[in-house]
């Protein structure tokens, strides 16, 4: 019989033990995506007010694009100074707890802060350098105003290591709640500081926007120094491996401060490659796009800013929110199966494997279909009406599936130890990028960029399902079953969405933000109820979300 499909009947203890991991992976999956998604829509509603006073379409376009100029290598340079080290403190903090290793523990969060204050005064001090031959790259109509907005983000560099290494401590004791929290008070603080000045600058001072721009991208900072005072907070009141004294520790494995360091930067680079992926993937977009535009088109250098402020930042700031549950799955899933690698449950780990790609699924498929259909009401209401705008959007929730779920891939194999083949497939996949964006750019424009990153994501999303069925042997069979039923259930509620939206396009303007908004509403609501009756009557809702489902459906009276 094959590996893994032996069939043993389960012991009370085996079945209590799923329900536990079950409940762990969405407990701390429902916390971290509240606190994504809360964050990403927070980020996604201040754009409304952010950008009329920056002056409507052209000039909140142009800001928009310096925005994200800034942001992209912030978020580079951000994660080579933290990405991988709350991910790898959360593995390591997880299993040597579940070897009853508090003192290792301690010393893992130590260590963790001493290598982030050496990381984030190196990352701030080179990107600040660097933030000129940066800017020359961009496609920026001005390369002093995106040397401006880069340095405004270093500051942010300094504090928020310290930030990301006391997440990665709390999330390895399995508790997700603070992190979330912490990411709300740092995005409302953020948006606060940020709308205040912008108002202030633009509105009652009538000054430039590349300032008002500039305020907005130090605004990081302040939400940053918000987010560490509650985690510090946080930390003295929860239990922690702090709360243990040295005897209740086994003692049975011993670490010097010096391997402990070794072995977080060992962890973290992995998941610091994975996590640049993403990002790389959008330098490449920064760097290339002007010279392609120049070459392929006749545009002028403020209509290529224009244009790719409405692809990498208009219509990005709207698939965060969709992306954030790719994300808070992946944070959730790696103190899980670390510790399932720790007492080696092999059978358990692709149990857990297959179960998260499906809830991904499960939300990821109707939340991008759904996007897709109400594009054109959904760019008017932040941005006001504009048909690139729209078509932008619905290539970019379609690529929001494949960028979560690289996401969740990525950081599931390095938390089995997969990390060297996980990397591999990322460099595949970004070698798919670089050919592909020439041709899809030349033929297709500013919607090459997304069709190059979905090519690309994609080759390295089918490598990853590869890697982890030669090594956990997960039933794909069962996987792609469950996979197609919850695309074909979100087929059908975009189908019936779009008809809703044909019916409201006989009353309704959606070149109007008033009608687009009443029109959204409506629809988000037929959506969702299409898709959750679907979900229920199935009882695929049931399979993986337990008895939740099931509470909804007696309510709700359905057999």
């Not at 494997?353 to 932040?382: C, N, R």
């Not at 609501?525 to 509470?551: E, H, P």
Request: charged share 10%; net charge positive; glycine share 8%.
């Amino acid at each position: 019989m094959k590996r893994g499909y032996k069939m043993d009947v389960e012991s009370p203890k085996t079945m209590t033990d799923k329900r536990s991991h079950d409940q762990k992976m969405v407990s701390g999956t429902a916390w971290m995506t509240a606190g994504s998604m809360v964050s990403r829509i927070l980020g996604a509603l201040y754009i409304i007010p952010w950008f009329a006073w920056m002056g409507g379409q052209g000039p909140g376009d142009a800001a928009n694009a310096l925005y994200q100029m800034g942001y992209t290598p912030y978020g580079f340079f951000l994660a080579l100074a933290t990405a991988g080290v709350p991910s790898a403190i959360s593995k390591q903090v997880s299993y040597y707890n579940a070897l009853g290793e508090y003192e290792v523990s301690k010393s893992i969060y130590k260590q963790g802060l001493k290598i982030m204050a050496f990381t984030g005064v190196l990352s701030a001090v080179v990107m600040f350098i660097i933030a000129p031959v940066l800017a020359e790259a961009s496609p920026s109509a001005n390369a002093g105003e995106a040397v401006l907005v880069m340095r405004a983000l270093t500051p942010a560099l300094l504090i928020i290591p310290a930030q990301s290494v006391t997440r990665g401590f709390i999330q390895g004791h399995n508790t997700m709640a603070p992190s979330a929290i912490s990411q709300i008070l740092e995005q409302l603080s953020r948006i606060i500081f940020l709308l205040s000045t912008v108002y202030l600058i633009r509105q009652v001072y009538g000054g430039e926007v590349v300032t008002a721009v500039a305020f907005s991208t130090f605004a990081a900072f302040i939400g940053a120094v918000f987010s560490l005072i509650y985690l510090g907070y946080t930390l003295k009141r929860m239990k922690t491996a702090f709360n243990f004294d040295p005897s209740e520790s086994k003692g049975e494995v011993s670490v010097s401060p010096n391997e402990l360091i070794v072995n977080i930067i060992k962890t973290s680079i992995p998941f610091i490659v994975i996590a640049t992926g993403i990002i790389v993937f959008q330098i490449v977009d920064q760097l290339t796009y002007g010279p392609l535009m120049n070459l392929f088109s006749d545009m002028d250098e403020g209509m290529i800013e224009q244009t790719y402020g409405i692809t990498q930042a208009n219509a990005h700031k709207l698939i965060m929110v969709l992306t954030s549950f790719g994300t808070a799955m992946s944070i959730a899933s790696v103190p899980l199966i670390s510790d399932l690698i720790a007492k080696n449950n092999m059978n358990e780990v692709r149990r857990q494997f297959s179960k998260g790609i499906q809830l991904l699924l499960f939300a990821m498929f109707p939340a991008a279909i759904g996007m897709a259909v109400v594009a054109e009401p959904l760019y008017t209401i932040f941005y006001g009406h504009n048909p690139l705008g729209t078509g932008i959007t619905q290539v970019s929730a379609i690529m929001s599936i494949f960028v979560a779920l690289y996401a969740v891939l990525g950081n599931m194999l390095q938390a089995a130890n997969l990390t060297r083949p996980a990397i591999k497939a990322l460099f595949i996949g970004l070698i798919v990028k670089l050919v592909t964006q020439v041709v899809f750019v030349g033929l297709t424009g500013p919607y090459g960029m997304l069709l190059s990153a979905i090519a690309g994501f994609g080759v390295s999303c089918f490598l990853m399902m590869r890697i982890m069925h030669k090594h956990t042997h997960y039933s794909a069979k069962r996987l792609f079953r469950r996979s197609l039923l919850i695309l074909i259930l979100s087929l059908v509620m975009g189908l019936g969405t779009f008809a809703a939206k044909l019916g409201l396009g006989m009353i309704f303007n959606f070149q109007i933000p008033l009608h687009s908004l009443i029109s959204l509403m409506i629809l988000a609501a037929v959506g969702m109820a299409i898709y959750g009756y679907l979900s229920l009557k199935t009882k695929l809702a049931d399979r993986l979300i337990g008895s939740q489902a099931n509470r909804v459906r007696r309510k709700l009276r359905m057999s």
